[in-house]
Every structure is written in C-alpha cells, then in structure tokens.
C-alpha cells in the first residue's frame, strides 16, 4: 500500500545520526512526519527515512535536493568541542562550520520557501557560569570561548537571513541520555570503575536536561504559533543539582556507591589549572542555573522526565554498550 503523502509534514534535521539527531528523528516519525536526514554520505537506513547526502557542512554546502518540498528545518549538527583541538585558530573552525554553514542553510530555507527554521544554540551563549540569580533569555550574552561565540553568531545570522520564514532558537545547558558522550561519558565511567571523586566538598547548582525533554520542546516548537520568532533557555529543574548531587544520582542509577571525597574547591582548581584542566574544574565546582519560564509560559513546555527518570535509561544505555560497543 502506497503512502497517501500529500498532507504529510516534511522536516530536514541535520545532525541526524547524532545523539539529539536519533532521538529527534524516531520521535518525528512518530508524530507522523516525513524525516529527511541531512548526511555526510550514503544511505545508513534506506526505507526508514528520505535521506539526502549533503557533505561537509560550511558556507558551501548545496542544500538544493535536501530542502526540495520541506516544511521545517530543525539544524543540531555543529562543531561542538574538539579535545586536544589541533586547529591553528579554533574560532576560524568553529565559524566556518557553526556560522557560515548555519548562514548557508538558513539562506537556502528561506529561498526554499521552508516555513519554520529551529536552531540547537548553547547556553553557552549566555555564559559559563552564573552568580546570584539564573540566566534568562533578557540577559545579554556573555560568550568565553570560541564555540560559545560561534554559537552566538550563528543564532545572529539566522535572524538576518530569515524575511519570512519563522525562526526558534533553543539554548540548552548539559544533556544527558542514552547515546551521551563528552564528560557526562567520562563521569559515568569513573563511577563504574568505583575511582573516588574529590568533589564532597562542592556546594554549587548547575541544570542539565534530559534528551527526551529536549526532544519534546523541539517538537513543540515546530507547530506552536508563539514560538515563532523567540530564543529559549530550558532545563530539567531550574534550581539544578549540585555536583556531589548529580554523581549520587548516577551512581544510583547505576547500582553503585558514590565514593566522594571532601576537597576543598580552591585547591581542586588550583590542582586542575596545574595539568591544563581549569575549565573542566570550573564546570565542576561552579554553578550554572537557568530560568525556563518563559518557554513554560509561552508554550506550556514541562519536563516529562526528572533527573532520576531520565538516569536509568541512560544507565541502562551505558551497560548495553558495554556487550554492544559503540563509538565514542
């Protein structure tokens, strides 16, 4: 029986085969969408999704075939942090792909004819750590490094680019779920092989969000009148959880003792500013709060999954990989 597609929605997601890619794609699908995957190459699932070969993305990119009939562009694929990063200037790499090829898309959307343009920002964007109150979509961005820059200049070229079509961009903090990997990754690993953490001594609050409550406020953007044309920030709890907090947490999730050690945070920084990890130190033992309010407000957006909820799949997930390897 031949598919009746003439009142069926068409969304091209880039980034597709990505952690937010994945989940994003199957939950489209099932909300009755045509997903077009934007890919590098090939056809990884021929019959399951429209797939469209588009190569590298930067300012160059021919988007003409992907964007052919499609009603929505949601655009997660960027260059996001690249360890031991051996780019003689970091910026020009994250520009090249974060700016120009978010530039380069959202111009040939909007030739297209594409009704509405969803862009995964960083809340990065705003800053990289937050004092006596939660960062809210009024603050001024504050960008310290050079993906948080390009993120920045991206959210600003799709606005200049976009005439008629619709925009949202969406700036979450740390995700989490089943396919995570960076530092969440690391830490998870480090529970599992039971090494003891010196982060007991931490008081601090940072927010996260989970992938399915990410997904779900994608999917909401794409239809809901009142997203058209906003920034949104969006966590799991706006209050967050604090370091020590977030490692009890996924060590129960993962049926294993949490093996914190006190450590005063001063002389955690001082020790990881001696082998070149400040950063990391910094997102450790600061605090990192987001105000979600306005996308509660706006679209009536709530976070389906708390932090315990959206741990054990990802727990789950982590053993399974462990039998079925997957790259990371």
Same mark, same amino acid.
């Given at each position: 029986?031949?598919?009746?597609?003439?009142?069926?929605?068409?969304?091209?997601?880039?980034?597709? =085969?990505?952690?937010?890619?994945?989940?994003? $794609?199957?939950?489209?699908? !099932?909300?009755?969408?045509?997903?077009?995957?934007?890919?590098?190459?090939?056809?990884?699932?021929?019959?399951?999704?429209?797939?469209?070969?588009?190569?590298?993305?930067?300012?160059?990119?021919?988007?003409?075939?992907?964007?052919?009939?499609?009603?929505?562009?949601?655009?997660?694929?960027?260059?996001?942090?690249?360890?031991?990063?051996?780019?003689?200037?970091?910026?020009?790499?994250?520009?090249?792909?974060?700016?120009?090829?978010?530039?380069?898309?959202?111009?040939?959307?909007?030739?297209?004819?594409?009704?509405?343009?969803?862009?995964?920002?960083?809340?990065?964007?705003?800053?990289?750590?937050?004092?006596?109150?939660?960062?809210?979509?009024?603050?001024?961005?504050?960008?310290?490094?050079?993906?948080?820059?390009? /993120?920045?200049?991206?959210?600003?070229?799709? !606005?200049?680019?976009?005439?008629?079509?619709?925009?949202?961009?969406?700036?979450?903090?740390?995700?989490?779920?089943?396919?995570?990997?960076?530092?969440?990754?690391?830490?998870?690993?480090?529970? %599992?092989?039971?090494?003891?953490?010196?982060?007991?001594?931490?008081? =601090?609050?940072? $927010?996260?969000?989970?992938? %399915?409550?990410?997904?779900?406020?994608?999917?909401?953007?794409?239809?809901?009148?009142?997203?058209?044309?906003?920034?949104?920030?969006?966590?799991?709890?706006? %209050?967050?959880?604090?370091?020590?907090?977030?490692?009890?947490?996924?060590?129960?999730?993962?049926?294993?003792?949490?093996?914190?050690?006190?450590?005063?945070?001063?002389?955690?920084?001082?020790?990881?500013?001696?082998?070149? /990890?400040?950063?990391?130190?910094?997102?450790?033992?600061?605090?990192?709060?987001?105000?979600?309010? !306005?996308?509660? $407000?706006?679209?009536?957006?709530?976070?389906?999954?708390?932090?315990?909820?959206?741990?054990?799949?990802?727990? %789950?997930?982590?053993?399974?990989? !462990?039998?079925?390897?997957?790259?990371?």
């Amino acid at each position: 029986m031949v598919q009746d597609l003439t009142n069926t929605r068409r969304a091209l997601v880039t980034g597709a =085969n990505g952690f937010v890619g994945m989940a994003l $794609c199957d939950a489209l699908q !099932k909300q009755g969408w045509m997903v077009r995957r934007a890919l590098r190459t090939g056809n990884a699932a021929a019959g399951v999704f429209d797939d469209a070969a588009v190569g590298d993305i930067g300012p160059a990119t021919d988007w003409q075939r992907a964007l052919s009939g499609i009603d929505a562009v949601i655009h997660l694929a960027a260059r996001t942090h690249v360890m031991h990063d051996a780019a003689a200037d970091p910026l020009i790499e994250y520009r090249r792909v974060n700016v120009d090829g978010t530039q380069a898309l959202a111009l040939a959307a909007e030739a297209a004819g594409v009704r509405r343009f969803i862009l995964l920002s960083s809340i990065k964007v705003n800053g990289e750590a937050t004092g006596v109150r939660p960062y809210t979509e009024h603050d001024v961005p504050r960008p310290e490094d050079a993906y948080g820059i390009s /993120k920045l200049e991206a959210e600003q070229a799709l !606005k200049a680019a976009a005439t008629h079509m619709q925009t949202v961009v969406l700036r979450p903090p740390l995700l989490y779920g089943p396919g995570v990997k960076g530092n969440f990754l690391r830490l998870m690993r480090a529970i %599992e092989r039971g090494l003891p953490l010196p982060l007991g001594s931490v008081h =601090n609050r940072r $927010c996260l969000l989970y992938v %399915e409550n990410l997904v779900d406020a994608i999917m909401l953007c794409l239809d809901h009148p009142a997203a058209a044309g906003q920034t949104y920030l969006l966590a799991d709890e706006d %209050e967050g959880v604090s370091t020590p907090e977030l490692v009890r947490a996924i060590a129960s999730a993962m049926n294993k003792p949490a093996r914190l050690l006190p450590f005063p945070p001063g002389l955690l920084k001082i020790a990881a500013a001696a082998v070149s /990890k400040s950063a990391a130190a910094s997102r450790l033992v600061g605090s990192l709060q987001i105000d979600s309010g !306005k996308i509660r $407000c706006d679209l009536g957006w709530q976070p389906r999954y708390t932090l315990a909820e959206g741990l054990r799949p990802t727990a %789950e997930w982590y053993y399974r990989r !462990k039998t079925t390897p997957i790259r990371t």
